[in-house]
């Protein structure tokens, strides 16, 4: 793991998009059959161990968690309608091991994937206090589909 980037093989929920927000998200949790658990919660604790850790070098306290989360939230932001932001990039992994195109409708809940993380900051000003204050969050601009949550196979082309 290093402090700019990390990546991980799990299990799709979903991916969804709010434009009022103007971030798109997934949501990475445990495939209990491929990857153990316990390594997904030391993954789920490692990365919010890093979020927190940027928050201290920002020299803010990180938000309270009451809990480890059970998932891996990531974000992507949505600049505007305009799409200026970076297309998201989907891609399959075939049966000779290399990566093709293809598009993010493609995506099923309970597919295994590999989600390059980054960790991203935006300074948000109080509505009410004017005050800045950091929003540190994880977030993603590739999927990579490793395997089929309806076969439970490699993906071919």
């Known amino acids: 793991l290093t402090s700019s980037s990390h990546s991980s093989p799990s299990r799709t929920s ?3 998009t709010s434009y009022r927000d103007h971030f798109q998200s997934i949501r990475l949790t445990s495939a209990n059959n491929m990857v153990s658990t316990d390594a997904f919660r030391r993954q ?3 990365l919010s161990s890093l979020v927190d850790e940027v928050y201290s070098i920002l020299r803010f306290e990180p938000p309270t968690r009451s809990s480890v ?3 891996i939230v990531l974000l992507r932001r949505l600049y ?3 799409n200026l932001g ?3 990039e989907v891609s399959a992994l075939s049966y000779n091991d290399s990566l093709y195109p293809m598009t993010p409708t ?3 809940a309970g597919d295994f994937v590999r989600v390059p993380a980054y960790v991203e900051i ?3 000003h109080g509505v009410e206090d004017g005050v800045p204050r950091p929003n540190v969050y994880l977030a993603f601009d590739r999927v990579h589909r490793l395997c089929s949550a309806t076969d439970g196979q ?3 082309t």
């Open 14 to 16: 979903r991916t969804t």
């Open 80 to 82: 505007d309608n305009a």
């Open 44 to 46: 789920i604790r490692t």
């Open 69 to 71: 989360p059970a998932t």
């Open 122 to 124: 935006n300074i948000l």
């Open 106 to 108: 493609a995506l099923q």
């Open 154 to 156: 490699r993906v071919g």
């Open 86 to 88: 970076q297309c998201l």
